[in-house]
């Protein structure tokens, strides 16, 4: 149920709690799901067989005496009002009319009349008052419920109310004791992810709509309708909804405080201490006030609105006038003559050209110092200032503005900037350099740029230096979606003009993408092509790092397995990484070093990079899907095969979002490995094959990168499908051979086939072919692998009767597996040590495990073909196989020597 995402827990302490006999208050600012909360425990109560009866009053019934209690009686029973003496009865008629003291009715028969009803419906069932928007209550009515719940009949009778924060606490009072309070939290960044998901919304306006809602569910879809509409780095005008939801927060709390809180809201840094200096000499009470009700939070002095949206709305609806002296006020109290300077200019919008060259300037010395996003406010500023008879400096400004906010971690900035050049007429290289912008701030979505890549060559003409980095980018786009002949193209193109301008930069960059599609295609002079790339005097900025042929040499080596090589590469670029303030090289580098330490066997660390990675993309705004990938990746080896599947899944409809077939193809089998483990070999050779479709489509030849080969033969093994898994393995070989990388990927092809060989029947050879694979993972110092391939050879021992060797060879994988703490493959472990203990399988095949099985269960031998898409004489001719290998020769004495025999669908 998406509504709930994020909420399980939470639900849980509420069942507890109602269980028991008791009341659960529940508070928190509009918008953050009470109601849904409320509406899932009355629909779970009902579905008990319980009474619920719900109260939902409106914001004008709060000066409506009785309305709440007047709409809750006309939800009881008939049998429990007709159950009621004479005088009760005429108190309830009252009551029910929302008029008691007119009729005559005592304030006791009043307060009587829920008590006695609630009692009489409770010994027919438990009975859930539900109160939602309690702060809207007419005392009245909350004066005799809270009566009726202090003097409720027994634990039957129990309670859930809501009310919002800030504002005065009552839901708690109302409750029936025990009582619990509990605050509806906001939604985590991924449960936010697959709100947004579930409402059609794409995966990557997740981070930035977390950001700007707080975790609020109903803030994130408001924005995030308006967000879908426009490129993710524009902001969107807030829609009226949350305009007003902010208006409503804003105006509960006094005058003072509002003051204090437009003054922070306008300051680049908010701090108490500013406050004070600003004037507001009542700072530290008024932001203690604000923060009670929950706009704002206090981080030491450091002030944060919570949700960032109500600083906008405080700035934006507050007149100019009163703006103006605001900025005054913050120039005068600023330390930093930079921050003075800016808050002078904001108080007005006038041209001014002293004014604007003092703002460049300022620009500029920020940007020297490394304070980009600074740097690039200012010029934004200064071009903002300028006045007509200066457009020349104006389009200067802002061309660097907008590269300026990229590399100081600014989209909104930058696409600002860049629009703006755009829209001013500005000369052929102004437009060009702000149409890359553009380009790179589309992330992975480079396919949907076609327009903007056509203006932006046309533009160039025949300027090698603006030619250059726009067939770079052309570059990346076809690589990112599968067309690798037009992406080698245009690295040439690239490479050649990058030559011509004296552009060495560039030039590496261009061929270290050539180089790695090289090797893709299955070229042998790929490394020459990357060595090429590392001799040039180039020097990638920190945020470019992860395009340079240094970063590559460390992912070849990767895949290479030269994981000692590639570890060291990557921890010395990621000192410099950290400096990059996009954040995209270093969510590269965290990538990288958590496959090298998944292959390594340091499983937990894997999984502490990978999360590393996640974090920092979604604080970066970037595209979700690789880190995705790299999460599926380490959860396979060290967290859980349901968190590899939910990676891998979102992932998948990222990439699908934003035309990214590389990491479309490299989530498929994560996903594939991860339903294959859970039993689902069906589902996980269906992924596999879609994956291999979509790589004979892009014509990558390279087995080692994605090494997905050997998992499908092993799946389709699994499955009967023996011919075709040899076929895999056998073109493996082959693009291994002529990659010249058959080495490296010996251990996989070997322990896939003796899957295929024990699958079929041959448990000698397959003994000897995983018995191989073993030691090559062990050269390679590869401990999860090397187990892995242990765990194949005890199959296959199993299978030859030698039930020792087989539980020595699982219990070194287990050894291997606790010592890398790869978590789930030790339970695959424990897994096949059961089976081995348990009742021999007289040397069976999975299939004809499974055949048995479903024989066990009853089934002819018609119905098995159908579930196992195999023919009947396929069927026939296995169990032929069953009945020669237990001795037997009827299904009836099948199940008296198998009576334990069940689908198995692992590789062990």
């Known amino acids: 149920m998406p509504a709930l995402l994020g909420r399980e827990a939470l639900l849980a302490t509420i069942d507890a709690r109602l269980a028991a006999g008791g009341g659960v208050a529940l508070q928190g600012p509009p918008g953050i799901g009470r109601t849904v909360l409320l509406d899932t425990v009355a629909d779970h109560a009902a579905a008990r067989g319980e009474l619920v009866l719900r109260l939902r009053p409106a914001r004008g019934e709060r000066v409506i005496a009785y309305a709440g209690i007047a709409d809750l009686l006309r939800q009881i029973p008939a049998e429990a009002i007709a159950a009621l003496a004479p005088a009760p009865r005429h108190s309830l008629a009252a009551l029910r009319q929302g008029r008691p003291s007119r009729t005559g009715v005592p304030a006791l028969a009043r307060r009587l009349v829920l008590p006695e009803l609630l009692a009489h419906c409770a010994r027919t069932a438990p009975v859930l008052l539900v109160l939602d928007d309690v702060q809207w209550l007419d005392p009245e009515s909350a004066e005799l419920i809270g009566f009726a719940m202090r003097r409720r009949p027994g634990p039957r009778v129990r309670m859930i109310a809501a009310e919002r924060r800030p504002g005065p606490v009552r839901a708690a009072r109302l409750c029936p004791a025990p009582a619990i309070e ?66 409503e927060r804003l105006g509960l709390l006094p005058a003072g405080v509002q003051a204090t809180l437009l003054t922070a809201a306008l300051a680049t840094e908010p701090t108490l201490t500013l406050m004070l200096r600003a004037g507001r000499e009542d700072a530290a009470r008024e932001l203690r006030l604000a923060d009670a009700a929950g706009v704002i939070e206090m981080s030491g002095e450091r002030i944060r609105f919570t949700p960032p949206l109500l600083a906008q709305v405080l700035a934006e609806e507050t007149p100019a006038s009163d703006r103006g002296r605001v900025h005054a006020d913050l120039a005068a109290a600023a330390y930093d003559p930079v921050e003075a300077l800016r808050q002078q200019a904001l108080r007005t919008a006038r041209p001014d050209p002293r004014v604007a060259g003092d703002l460049a300037a300022a620009a500029g010395r920020c940007a020297q110092r490394g304070a980009e996003r600074t740097a690039a406010e200012l010029y934004l500023l200064a071009a903002d200032r300028c006045p007509p008879e200066n457009s020349a400096d104006r389009l200067d400004w802002l061309v660097t503005a907008a590269r300026t906010a990229i590399t100081g971690g600014a989209p909104a900035l930058a696409g600002r900037a860049a629009e703006a050049v755009l829209a001013a007429g500005a000369p052929p290289a102004h437009r060009v350099r702000a149409r890359l912008v553009l380009i790179d701030l589309a992330g992975q979505a480079l396919a949907e740029m076609g327009e903007t890549f056509a203006a932006a060559l046309a533009e160039a003409g025949d300027d090698p230096a603006l030619a250059a980095p726009i067939r770079l980018r052309l570059t990346w786009a076809g690589f990112l979606t599968g067309d690798l002949d037009a992406a080698a193209g245009e690295a040439v193109r690239a490479r050649d003009a990058a030559r011509l301008a004296g552009d060495p930069t560039t030039e590496a960059m261009a061929l270290t993408i050539l180089a790695q599609i090289q090797r893709v295609q299955g070229e042998a002079g790929w490394l020459e092509t990357l060595e090429t790339a590392r001799a040039l005097p180039a020097a990638p900025a920190p945020d470019w790092l992860h395009y340079g042929p240094h970063y590559m040499a460390a992912r070849m080596a990767l895949f290479d397995d030269r994981l000692d090589e590639a570890r060291a590469e990557l921890l010395t670029l990621l000192a410099v990484a950290e400096h990059d303030r996009i954040g995209e090289a270093r969510v590269e580098v965290l990538r990288s070093l958590s496959e090298v330490s998944t292959r390594a066997g340091r499983c937990q660390e894997a999984l502490r990079y990978a999360h590393r990675a996640v974090r920092a993309a979604q604080d970066a705004g970037l595209s979700p899907g690789p880190t995705w990938y790299t999460a599926a990746v380490a959860e396979l080896a060290g967290g859980t095969l349901e968190a590899a599947a939910g990676f891998a899944r979102r992932g998948i409809r990222s990439s699908r979002q934003e035309g990214d077939g590389l990491y479309l193809r490299r989530l498929l089998h994560a996903l594939g490995q991860a339903e294959v483990r859970s039993g689902d070999a069906r589902a996980g050779v269906a992924t596999l094959r879609q994956l291999r479709d979509l790589e004979a489509e892009a014509g990558s030849a390279d087995p080692m990168i994605v090494r997905w080969r050997a998992d499908l033969a092993a799946a389709l093994a699994a499955l009967g499908e023996h011919a075709e898994a040899a076929a895999t393995l056998a073109l493996a070989r082959l693009a291994a051979e002529r990659l010249g990388t058959t080495p490296a990927l010996t251990g996989y092809l070997d322990r896939a086939a003796a899957i295929v060989s024990s699958e079929s029947g041959q448990a000698d050879l397959a003994a000897d072919q995983a018995t191989a694979a073993a030691r090559h993972f062990e050269l390679l110092r590869q401990p999860v692998e090397h187990a892995h391939a242990l765990l194949v050879v005890a199959g296959a021992e199993r299978r030859r009767r030698r039930y020792a060797a087989a539980r020595q060879a699982i219990a070194e994988a287990s050894t291997l597996f606790r010592a890398a703490e790869a978590r789930p493959w030790l339970r695959e472990a424990e897994l096949a040590l059961a089976r081995t203990e348990g009742t021999p399988d007289q040397g069976l095949t999975s299939t004809e495990l499974r055949i048995a099985g479903m024989v066990r269960d009853g089934a002819s031998n018609r119905e098995i073909a159908s579930r196992l898409y195999l023919s009947v004489k396929t069927v026939e001719a296995t169990l032929t196989r069953v009945y020669r290998k237990l001795g037997v020769r009827s299904r009836t004495q099948l199940l008296s020597v198998l009576p334990a025999v069940g689908e198995i669908t692992g590789s062990s």
Do not use: I, K
């Open 182 to 247: 509990l605050a509806v939290p906001p939604l985590s960044p991924d449960d936010l992810t697959a709100l947004l998901e579930s409402r059609g919304l794409p995966c990557r306006t997740a981070s930035q709509l977390h950001r700007a809602s707080g975790g609020n569910p109903f803030l994130a879809l408001e924005l995030g309708g308006a967000v879908a509409r426009g490129p993710a780095w524009r902001p969107a005008p807030l829609p009226e909804p949350v305009r007003a939801m902010a208006r």
